[in-house]
């Protein structure tokens, strides 16, 4: 069992950063893949990024290549995503979610067991 609560989000221009923040609890916080996916309103839920178990392997998706990153630390079981350079298209609830899969991170939510309760990021133009 893995809870998950994000933190970090808020208003910022567009061209601004943001550093969000997922804090896990839980005994196996490490062997669980994560991911970050946000829902814009009257749109679907989409994959943003995602790292594996060891923190070695990424995915993100095309939009935000080169301008966010995220990274985590087993030790302190928190996840992160750092997002510069930010658009009003970003503007949505970002979710932290735990996936149990240790190879390649998948982009489907639906391979994701575990999901915070969202935080929202608005970016004003």
């Known amino acids: 069992q893995v809870q998950l609560v994000e933190s970090g989000g808020g208003l910022v221009q567009a061209g601004g950063s943001l550093r969000l923040s997922c804090a896990a609890s839980?005994?196996?916080?490490?062997?669980?893949?994560m991911g970050w996916f946000r829902q814009a309103p009257g749109k679907e839920r989409e994959f943003v990024a995602a790292?594996?178990?060891?923190?070695?392997?990424?995915d993100y998706r095309d939009s935000v290549k080169g301008r966010f990153t995220i990274s985590r630390d087993n030790v302190k079981k928190m996840v992160y995503l750092q997002m510069n350079t930010l658009k009003p298209e970003d503007t949505a609830v970002y979710y932290c979610?735990?996936?149990?899969?240790?190879?390649?991170?998948?982009?489907?939510?639906?391979?994701?067991?575990?999901w915070g309760q969202g935080t929202q990021v608005t970016v004003s133009s």
């Open positions: 790292v594996t178990w060891s923190g070695r392997g990424t």
């Open positions: 839980g005994r196996t916080f490490s062997s669980y893949a």
């Open positions: 979610s735990a996936s149990p899969f240790l190879g390649v991170v998948p982009r489907s939510q639906y391979e994701y067991s575990y």
